[in-house]
């Protein structure tokens, strides 16, 4: 704002020059136009106050939609910022704070959406734009944009963006895109040159190309198609026609003039008239028969409604045509018989339809929210089918989603359960069945029941109603049947507290027990607590009991503290106990309901202590613990089910075709649960079953009618035609169709559309003969053949009517009536197809070959056999039947599946030792593996590295069990003995033994390693024997214990008393008292529990699977990481919270268990060599633990048999056919033939003879609609024609670097210019390019390839990445030269250009050089003679030169001559020059050492150092002799 506030205080002097120019520029730009200019014109009293606003606030309304009212803020600031009053600025021009608005609701969602427009075409970004490379490569950036607006959906009008910005922010508006290169046309290679134009004389020869890719992205386009050139033949005998005969197209079809068909009607009736009259038809019953067939076509017109044929005319024009494309007279063209120019037609009418019917009622009739919308049908009808149409009728029936509308649309019923609210906890209930009396009271407590009452509603899951519980039934009960999917509600149990009594919490559970076994000092205690919810009332309310009755104490582990004792297990499930009768009402266990009585049993074991398990009598009887008890089982839970569904409907019409078994449905829900051994849900929940045999559907058929009368075209319009007869010639005649059933019963034309096929023809071409054409009956079919291998078969037909007395048609030249053809030699030959089949096992022998099953598994092993399939070929290579190679379709060969072996382990064997003497260990035993598991056998258990599976389980070993015992120290050894006093220091030994401990102490002597040896006292210590007078004291006494937690600050210490007083001169007392620090894990310790790991899962004795329980253990752990006696931890009082026991469940091994093999699947082709048969299996019962697993093979597959595949199939175009005429618009036929094929894509086919298609529907590449003759162009000789279209181009994307810009695909075809006359290239069309788009297209590449040099050209093309050479697609700048010819050339004698496109010399000769690098002259090189031994004369040897490519005189053997060339024939050196170089560089560098090592001066030799200074070193290297 600085510079233009400068610009404009240039012309106002002072210092407000500035301030004044930034606030005019202010004002600009709040105030615009003429409020600007007035602003510029009053500089004496500038507008330095404006208003401000503040963005708009929400919209805040009652109700959804337009009504709202949104808010801002207004105020009054300075034109440098700061607020002021709302006085200083214009009242005039306050903005509004306050405007209607749309407030927006969350069911506005539904109503209103973003709007997305297509995106627009990619514009370059400009900044991008000026810097375009020279070559593109990559295509050029740039940016797309669209349409987005916010529109009401079910009006399709725009509504403000905020309301959809409420629900999803706006899309964005544009996006980055890539322009591609531009694409130039790209076209093949040119074809051959066709034949010469003509056959004699000067013609013309073409070849052409076709378009590849078409010009894209403003590429350039497609250059010539075509390429012509001048040929000769041999001369002309005879004078070569200069005029054809040219016939134009057929004009359409019309009705002759009104006038004129009546006139010609009249004398058609005469005639009839006179003929009638001649005949004179008196007899009743003929005129009885011809009534009876009028009223048969009258009827036949009637049902004929839908097609109204009308046979008419149509003319075409005969021209003769100069070859240069002028019409002539049609004298100049001499020919015997012209061509016809008129012929009968069927009128052309399109199809006709009424208009559509009112829309059907929406098929929902009620809102779901499931599916709101519903369906809506309307039709319409055919009034007349097309005739000559190749349009076909347009659909019949429209369909739309609809949704129900109205105010009163009701929602869809949907059910529930639904019930009451609780009654009040009652114990009346309870009491009645014991107290009559007593059933009337209200005010009892204590347990009771809630009841409730369930009933079936319906309901709707949206209606708010319906979340709150009622009292009262609510919404009108229905059929309990209609609930069957919803679940059950579940009741519940109560307690009634009963008024002004004290309120206890539950019982606690009990503690686990303080000792393990009780003795005289120790005794097992439990405990359980309870506290107060509420005191009692003031009166007759139960009080509350005192705190020691909050607390309760059982005893445990009674058994006395021996070596063996009794230890129980945890009490198994509550099991029916089958002796004892049932309840005969229910009763209650702790609060839950109980039905009867069941017992529990435990494992109770001897157990010595720390060993083990021994055998009972260890123990004593008397103690032994119970097994059994009584408990009270929970009141079953049997499964409880829905009943079955209405089963699904049947399809009730019938659809041709359909060969599959319909099946029908039902199923149901489970709505409880079993429990405590209730009845479990083993009735299915799913069931189906075929529906009935449908009804067999109504088939149709076209009935044909006969042919009605040959009409010609009218004679008013033939007769001007030289040459034309009345009465005779070709036409067309008509017949009625009509739709019958099967049985002969008319039915309408649209089933006979739907179900019948194809219609039949309706019309055809007929032929009145007239008095100069030969009449023949048709040919019959051909005679069978006798099967002989060269035998012939024939057909006939005769000459009829007065056809037999004319001479040409007796001319078998012309006309022949016999025809013949060699019957086929039928020789087959069998080939295998296909792979091998899987193994499959016969079905139904299984036991007997491989035994009986075992435990219900199905036996999946054993032998088997494999299937592969045969195809017969005849002697052509077609495929037939297997059935004429005597073959059933198969070869078969043995196999084997081997039966699966499962893990096999040993025994367990005997547990070890516990791991640890002192505190908690590990025992362990072991199995270790026999057999390993192979073929899908069940697997083994994790196994270590030497094969073994463990089982660990937590023991305990009494720290106490092994004890060191010391005997007392011996008598003060004295070591060195002062001769003059019996006193010194000396040494004190004693014996340290292991012993066991026993209750009665230590027992015996066992081997040391049972004791800690860190606890092993010391056998020897220094003493100090006393001197008479010193002072003595007593033994040490034990160390007082450290204060916790050890820290060195504190102190323990022990105490000595003295004994004896020292006397005068005697050593005094030590000090009786002493002392050290506190050090942890030297002489002080913190102690804590710690928890083993868990056991594996044990189970009862004989048990290998089920509920078992696992164990671990509690130690006492000192700071150091030593187990020491739990006493240390239970002196300190430490917390322990653990469980020690817990339930584990081991998976029962169960194995995998397979339905049986599904039928075989129809084949998944109905013909050919590929066409597979599966058959399945599933798996019923999914293993489980160590149980076998299931096989991989759940699917067997097996190649069907071969089956030939006949399908029609259309010939070749015969050529262009005018008739009897040269050129102009004629006809092209092609025929349609049974082909025969294996089914593959490579198979074309090979045609057959048409009875093996007898059964194939006439539907060729899937069109009923069979095309055999079309229209065509034949050019006349000397125009100027298009060639037909190209076939389509393979499909391309646009690409970049191999990735698919997105764009889609194309394709393209063309059509080249074929010329025939030189002189008539102005009158040739352009050559024709047609694209269409496509998916499915490939990324292609177009490199430059280049063949090899010959001389100094090559042969460049491009070529694309599939191989096709093309021209056009490859990018100009890399294009590899084609010629390498030197420049200036290479005019000097004996030289030619090299590849590098530099003169140089032939072999023999070296090139002299001009000072600027350029060959001057090529000079003859001296060539060395080696004379033979005759030719030696005395000791002298001649040189001489020899042109070298002169031969030499020298004969053979008597001479060898060769030349010193350094340089090849390419201008490059030899090979062997490089070695001479070599060798003479190494020679070089070898007199050079040597001269170097004859002058060098020897070094002065070092003075021997002595010997006696040197340090000796030896190394010992491992050999036994150091």
């Avoid at 004398?267 to 003929?286: C, F, M, S």
């Avoid at 949704?403 to 359960?417: D, E, H, K």
């Avoid at 739907?754 to 048709?778: N, R």
Wanted: glycine content about 8%; some cysteine.
């Amino acid at each position: 704002m600085g510079l233009p506030g400068r610009r404009w205080a240039s012309g106002n002097p002072g210092a407000a020059g500035p301030r004044r120019g930034v606030l005019q520029l202010l004002l600009l730009l709040l105030c615009p136009g003429a409020c600007g200019a007035a602003g510029l014109g009053e500089a004496e009293a500038p507008t330095i106050y404006v208003w401000k606003t503040g963005p708009w606030g929400r919209c805040m309304g009652d109700d959804c939609g337009p009504g709202g009212i949104q808010t801002r803020a207004v105020w009054c600031a300075h034109v440098e910022g700061w607020t002021t009053l709302h006085t200083n600025c214009k009242q005039a021009g306050r903005p509004h704070n306050q405007q209607n608005c749309f407030k927006v609701c969350d069911w506005h969602k539904e109503l209103y959406d973003w709007k997305l427009g297509p995106w627009n075409q990619c514009k370059p970004v400009i900044s991008k734009s000026l810097e375009k490379p020279l070559e593109c490569t990559k295509g050029e950036e740039g940016i797309q944009v669209r349409e987005i607006t916010c529109i009401q959906k079910d009006k399709d009008i725009p509504a403000e963006d905020i309301i959809c910005e409420y629900f999803e922010p706006k899309p964005l508006l544009e996006q980055a895109c890539l322009i591609p290169c531009q694409q130039d046309c790209i076209v093949s290679e040119f074809s051959s040159w066709s034949e010469c134009s003509k056959t004699c004389g000067s013609g013309l020869q073409h070849r052409t190309r076709h378009v590849v890719a078409p010009p894209q992205f403003g590429g350039s386009g497609c250059p010539n198609l075509t390429e012509f050139q001048v040929c000769q033949s041999s001369p002309c005998e005879a004078e070569e026609s200069l005029y054809s005969l040219q016939v134009g197209p057929w004009s359409t079809c019309s009705m002759p003039h009104p006038r004129v068909s009546r006139q010609a009607g009249r004398r058609r009736k005469n005639k009839e008239r006179e003929k009638e009259r001649g005949k004179g038809v008196k007899d009743p019953e003929a005129r009885e028969l011809i009534k009876k067939k009028r009223n048969r076509n009258r009827q036949n017109r009637q049902e004929n409604k839908f097609w109204d044929i009308q046979i008419g005319y149509q003319t075409r024009e005969v021209m003769c045509i100069n070859k240069t494309g002028k019409a002539a007279d049609l004298s100049f063209c001499q020919q015997e018989k012209l061509p016809i120019t008129v012929q009968s037609c069927v009128i052309t009418k399109e199809c006709q339809v009424s208009e559509w019917s009112e829309w059907s009622p929406c098929s929902t009739t009620c809102h779901n929210t499931a599916s709101p919308t519903g369906t809506r049908v309307r039709t319409r009808t055919i009034r007349q089918f097309p005739i000559g149409s190749e349009n076909d009728c347009p659909e019949l029936e429209e369909k739309e989603s609809c949704v129900s509308q109205g105010n009163g649309v009701a929602l869809c019923a949907t059910y529930g359960w639904r019930a009451t609210e609780w009654t009040d906890c009652r114990v009346d209930p309870l009491l009645s069945q014991q107290d009559r009396r007593r059933g009337n009271q209200t005010a009892l407590c204590g347990g009771g029941v809630q009841t409730r009452e369930v009933y079936c509603v319906q309901t709707n899951e949206n209606l708010l109603s319906h979340l709150r519980t009622h009292k009262d039934k609510e919404g009108e009960e229905v059929d309990r049947q209609l609930c069957r999917d919803a679940i059950f509600p579940i009741p519940v149990a109560c307690d009634a507290p009963c008024p002004k009594d004290c309120v206890l919490s539950a019982w606690s559970a009990w503690s686990s027990c303080s000792h393990t076994c009780s003795g005289k000092t120790t005794e097992g205690k439990q405990i359980r607590a309870r506290s107060i919810l509420a005191y009692a009332g003031d009166e007759g309310g139960v009080r509350c009991p005192n705190s020691s009755a909050l607390q309760e104490v059982r005893s445990c582990n009674e058994h006395p503290c021996t070596v063996y004792h009794w230890q129980t297990g945890p009490w198994g499930q509550c099991i029916e106990d089958t002796s004892v009768s049932s309840f005969n009402t229910t009763t209650t266990w702790n609060g839950e309901a109980s039905c009867s009585v069941g017992m529990q049993t435990r494992k109770v074991i001897c157990v010595r202590v720390n060993v083990g398990q021994v055998g009972p009598k260890k123990c004593p009887e008397n103690l032994r613990p119970e097994t059994v008890r009584p408990c009270l089982l929970p009141c079953r839970k049997d499964c409880i089910v829905t009943p079955y569904s209405d089963w699904t409907p049947c399809p009730s019409s019938c659809k041709k075709g359909d060969s599959g078994v319909k099946k029908q449905s039902r199923h149901r829900v489970i709505i409880q649960l079993p429990a405590n051994g209730g009845r479990d849900c083993t009735d299915p929940l799913y069931e189906e079953k075929a529906c009935e045999v449908p009804q067999v559907c109504q088939s149709y058929r076209w009935k044909t009618h006969k042919w009605r009368r040959c009409q010609l075209v009218p004679w008013s319009v033939q007769q001007v035609i030289p040459g034309a007869q009345e009465g005779c010639g070709p036409g067309r005649q008509a017949r009625a169709i009509t739709c019958r059933k099967q049985d002969g019963g008319q039915a309408s034309i649209h089933e006979c559309l739907q179900y019948a096929g194809p219609v039949p023809a309706l019309t055809q071409a007929c032929q009145i003969p007239c008095q100069d054409d030969c009449q023949f009956t048709s040919w019959s079919k051909f005679s069978s053949c006798n099967g002989d291998c060269g035998a012939v078969r024939t057909r006939k037909r005769t000459i009829v009517g007065k056809s037999k007395k004319k001479e040409k048609c007796k001319n078998p030249q012309l006309y022949p009536l016999i025809e013949t053809q060699y019957c086929p030699c039928d020789s087959h030959t069998l080939q295998p197809v296909g792979n091998w089949s899987d193994c499959i096992l016969p079905e139904g022998k299984v036991e007997v070959l491989l035994g009986m099953k075992v435990q219900g598994d199905v036996k999946e092993c054993g032998q088997g056999y494999r299937y592969q399939a045969m195809a017969c070929y005849d002697q052509n290579g077609r495929l037939v039947e297997t059935s004429r190679c005597n073959s059933h379709g198969y070869i078969e060969e043995a196999c084997i599946i081997p039966c699966p072996s499962d893990c096999k382990l040993s025994e367990w064997s005997n547990w070890s030792r516990c791991s640890k003497s002192c505190g908690s260990g590990v025992k362990v035993r072991s199995k270790w593996l026999r057999e390993k598991p192979y073929n899908g056998g069940r697997p083994c258990p994790k196994l270590d590295h030497v094969n073994q599976v463990y089982e660990v389980v937590p023991c305990h070993s009494d720290c106490n069990q092994y004890i060191w015992v010391s005997e007392p120290w011996s008598v003060c050894k004295v070591t060195y003995v002062n001769m003059r006093e019996n006193c010194g220091e000396g040494v004190q030994t004693r014996k340290v033994r292991c012993m066991q401990n026993t209750p009665d102490g230590p027992s015996e002597h066992v081997e040391d390693y049972f004791c800690d040896p860190e606890e092993m006292p010391l056998g020897s210590r220094e003493c100090k024997l006393p001197c008479p007078e010193d002072c003595v004291i007593s033994e040490w006494g034990p160390w007082t214990r450290c204060v916790l937690p050890c820290n060195q600050s504190n102190f323990r210490q022990r105490s000595a008393d003295p004994i004896r007083q020292p006397a005068d001169e005697g050593r005094a007392c030590p000090n009786a008292i002493e002392k050290e620090p506190c050090n942890l894990n030297k002489n002080c310790y913190h102690y804590d529990y710690n928890v083993t790991d868990w056991s594996t899962c044990q189970l009862s004795e004989k048990a290998v699977c089920g509920n078992g329980i696992k164990t671990r253990m509690l130690d006492c752990v000192r700071s150091d990481g030593k187990s020491v006696d739990l006493k240390y931890c239970e002196e300190l009082g430490l917390e322990k919270n653990w469980q020690m026991n817990s339930s584990c469940v081991v998976e029962c091994p169960v194995n995998c268990q397979l339905s049986d093999w599904s039928p075989w699947s129809e084949c998944s082709q109905t013909c050919g060599l590929t066409g597979k048969m599966v058959r399945r299996r599933t798996v019923t019962q999914p293993f489980q633990g160590d149980g076998r697993p299931c096989p991989s093979t759940m699917e067997q597959t097996k190649s069907c048999p071969v089956k030939p595949c006949y399908h029609w199939q259309y010939g070749q175009w015969s050529p262009c056919q005018a008739q009897e005429a040269q050129c102009g618009e004629g006809t092209r036929t092609r025929n349609i033939s049974c082909v025969v094929s294996d089914g593959s894509a490579e198979d074309f086919g090979k045609v057959v003879d048409e009875e093996f298609c007898a059964d194939t529907e006439l539907i060729i590449d899937g069109n009923k609609n069979i095309i055999l003759e079309e229209t065509c162009t034949q050019p006349c000789p000397g125009d100027c024609y298009l060639k037909d279209w190209s076939s389509w181009s393979l499909c391309q994307l646009t690409c970049v670097n191999g990735e698919d810009l997105g764009l889609g695909g194309i394709q393209v075809r063309s059509r080249a210019v074929i010329i025939q006359e030189l002189e008539n290239q102005h009158l040739c069309p352009e050559q024709m390019l047609e694209t269409k788009q496509c998916d499915d297209g490939h990324c292609y590449e177009y490199k430059w390839m280049a063949s090899a040099w010959k001389g100094s050209s090559r042969t460049v093309w491009c070529q694309r990445s599939d191989g096709i050479n093309v021209t056009g697609g490859c990018l100009v700048v890399s294009q590899p030269d084609a010629d390498r010819s030197c420049n200036p050339p290479c005019s000097q004698p004996h030289s030619y250009c090299s590849e590098t496109r530099t003169c140089h010399c032939e072999e023999g000769y070296t090139e002299v050089m001009s000072s600027n690098s350029t060959l001057e002259q090529c000079t003859l090189i001296p060539v060395v003679a080696i004379p033979t031994v005759e030719e030696k004369r005395g000791d002298v040897k001649t040189s001489r030169a020899v042109h070298p490519t002169q031969p030499t005189s020298n004969a053979a053997g008597r001479g060898r001559t060769w030349f010193l060339q350094p340089f090849g024939p390419d201008g490059r050196l030899k090979t062997w020059v490089y070695g001479v170089a070599a060798g003479a560089f190494v020679l070089l560098i070898f007199v050079v050492s040597m001269i170097y090592l004859a002058c060098k001066k020897p070094k002065k030799p070092q003075r021997r150092q002595n010997n006696r200074l040197k340090p000796l070193t030896l190394a010992y290297d491992g050999d036994a002799d150091m």
